[in-house]
């Protein structure tokens, strides 16, 4: 009776968790379920991105846009909209956009009854267009370029905007568009010191929430409870869950997981891989451990990506190439008997990826990456090892760019047993 009251009382999302962990110790169920944060205080956040740093990328974006002839830049709904703009808002089947022109104040196209909306969201000074639901938006944008006179140069269009908005405003202009790259992409690669606080802000909450979870993990959890204590600690702390990755056992050998649900037992590897987002901005942090006793493999392998780790940030020095950090870390590995490249017992992704406003942003620590390393650029560093039928190993660690170097958002953990 106790069990049932117990149940009736929470909402379906913790029924479903309780429901999911019958192997568990009735107890354990509970904690998973309604934890306890009694203990955890929100963190310090740094103040938001402040109007005048808006103004700044403007003006950056604008000054790279004219030695490529650029007249103006497209850009849809999306993080880049609210890196430029402040506006954050939606993907739906009615665009909204921003045209920054290579000279002059932003324009954003937007449905009519959305207008105050958008107003209240700017965040820096802009010419607000409207088109009704009977118009074509790309009109609209078309007659802009139009009155600015910037149809006798280039349009460009950020790359994730989707394919029928690019191709309606092609058609409304009677060109193609060519890429914005050159300019969205150089902007945003290059974080402030504001930006890489809330960076710092959003790992540390990560970190504090990993502490905070490791010693409450027992055996006969699934990935996806100890998921739910990790979110809840995250939130208690301050920051946004993203998203909370954890794999056991077996399951830790494929990077992503495998459909298969694994409990935690005594010997068995927990790969956790976790993220928030504070103000808009993320982090990405993954630890690997032993529920109990490492075995001698588990604790050689742990070591081994450790080694591709460190590595990895010794080798990220200004000016290096991008892709010369994934290249020492598979030459290393492949002296330890892994691979050789991508292949398995070994590493199978990229070494690290660009991060910000995205969890997942250019450029990558991947083979062939051309782009030379410079202040303010940010990258995880994730060169797990993974062995199939068997386990995984990732450590991730994310770190910036500075005039001395790289430095670390979060410190790596020290060895297999300490690894929090």
């Known amino acids: 009776m106790v069990k049932r009251r117990i149940v009736v009382a929470m909402s379906p999302t913790r029924r479903t968790v309780i429901a999911a962990a019958a192997l568990m110790p009735f107890a354990a169920v509970v904690r998973a379920a309604e934890p306890d944060l009694s203990a955890l205080k929100p963190l310090p956040i740094p103040p938001p991105i402040a ?57 954003i196209v937007t449905p009519f009854f959305e207008e105050p909306s958008i107003r209240e969201l700017l965040a820096v000074p802009a010419t607000v267009r409207v088109w009704q639901e009977d118009q074509s938006p790309f009109a609209v944008m078309a007659s802009f370029l139009r009155d600015r006179r910037l149809l006798s140069r280039p349009v460009a269009v950020e790359e994730t905007t989707r394919f029928f908005i690019a191709d309606g405003l092609a058609r409304a202009i ?73 794999l056991v056992g077996e399951g830790s050998a494929y990077p992503h997981g495998t459909r298969e649900v694994q409990r935690v037992a005594p010997g068995q590897v927990v790969l956790m891989d976790c993220g928030c987002t504070v103000r808009g901005y993320q982090s990405d942090v993954s630890r690997t451990f032993v529920f109990g006793q490492a075995s001698k493999e588990q604790r050689t392998v742990w070591d081994h990506m450790a080694q591709g780790q ?45 991060i910000g406003m995205d969890g997942h942003e250019p450029v990558n620590l991947v083979r062939g990456e051309t782009t030379p390393l410079a202040v303010g650029m940010c990258f995880s560093d994730e060169p797990g090892i993974y062995l199939p039928g068997k386990f995984g190993v990732r450590l991730e660690d994310c770190f910036h760019m500075t005039p001395q170097g790289p430095r670390w958002f979060s410190k790596p953990p020290s060895s297999i047993d300490r690894p929090v």
């Open 51 to 107: 109007r005048a740093e808006y103004a700044r990328r403007l003006v950056a974006a604008q000054s790279l846009m004219k030695p490529h002839g650029i007249g103006a830049v497209l850009i849809e709904s999306g993080t880049s909209l609210a890196y430029f703009t402040g506006v954050r808002w939606g993907r739906s089947e009615r665009p909204t956009v921003a045209l920054i022109p290579a000279e002059g104040e932003p324009c």
């Open 174 to 246: 009677g060109r193609p568009l060519v890429s914005a790259n050159p300019v969205v992409r150089a902007c945003r690669m290059i974080k402030s010191a504001p930006e890489i606080a809330l960076m710092q802000a959003a790992t540390d909450v990560t970190v504090a929430a990993y502490r905070w979870t490791h010693p409450r993990i027992e055996a006969g959890m699934t990935g996806a409870e100890i998921g739910v204590l990790m979110t809840a600690a995250t939130r208690r702390l301050g920051g946004s869950p993203e998203f909370a990755l954890v």
């Open 310 to 354: 460190q590595l990895a940030f010794r080798t990220a020095q200004l000016g290096t190439p991008a892709g010369a950090v994934d290249d020492a870390v598979r030459k290393l590995y492949a002296q330890l008997g892994y691979g050789p490249d991508y292949r398995l017992p070994g590493l199978s992704h990229r070494t690290g990826h660009g």
